[in-house]
Nanobody, 126 residues
Framework: QVRLVESGGGLVQAGGSLRLSCAAS????????WGWFRQAPGKEREFVAG????????YYRDIVKGRFTISRDNAKNTVYLQMNSLKPEDTAVYYC???????????????????WGQGTQVTVSS
């Protein structure tokens, strides 16, 4: 059974940093694209960042470019999201997701992904 488990969320002051991790088990995801999404209360789930199966290409939502960095460690079957210069509007539940087809390109829609973590809360205070 495939399982994705996020960690690293928490409460941080504006301008601070957090590093989210998402560890996968039950399947090796070295040939699959990953994504990070977030969902704030009353809002739809939105794409934040994605990384290709090779790790050679990364994609970001415009408002997080230059502040967030996605990376992957295939040996650990883990993807990371380094978040710097956090703002109160970054407050949300953050989810990692993985595609279910090898070599598939990074998608920006939740429906592009087949596997999801349970989410981790990130709260940025002003």
């Amino acid at each position: 059974q495939v399982r994705l488990v996020e960690s690293g969320g928490g409460l941080v002051q504006a301008g601070g940093s957090l590093r989210l991790s998402c560890a996968a088990s039950g399947r090796t995801f070295s040939s699959y694209a990953w994504g990070w999404f977030r969902q704030a209360p009353g809002k739809e789930r939105e794409f934040v960042a994605g990384i290709s199966w090779s790790g050679g290409s990364t994609y970001y939502r415009d408002i997080v470019k230059g502040r967030f960095t996605i990376s992957r460690d295939n040996a650990k079957n883990t993807v990371y999201l380094q978040m710097n210069s956090l703002k109160p509007e970054d407050t949300a539940v953050y989810y990692c997701a993985a595609t279910g087809v090898k070599g598939l390109r990074v998608g920006v829609r939740p429906t592009d992904y087949d596997y999801w973590g349970q989410g981790t809360q990130v709260t940025v205070s002003s």
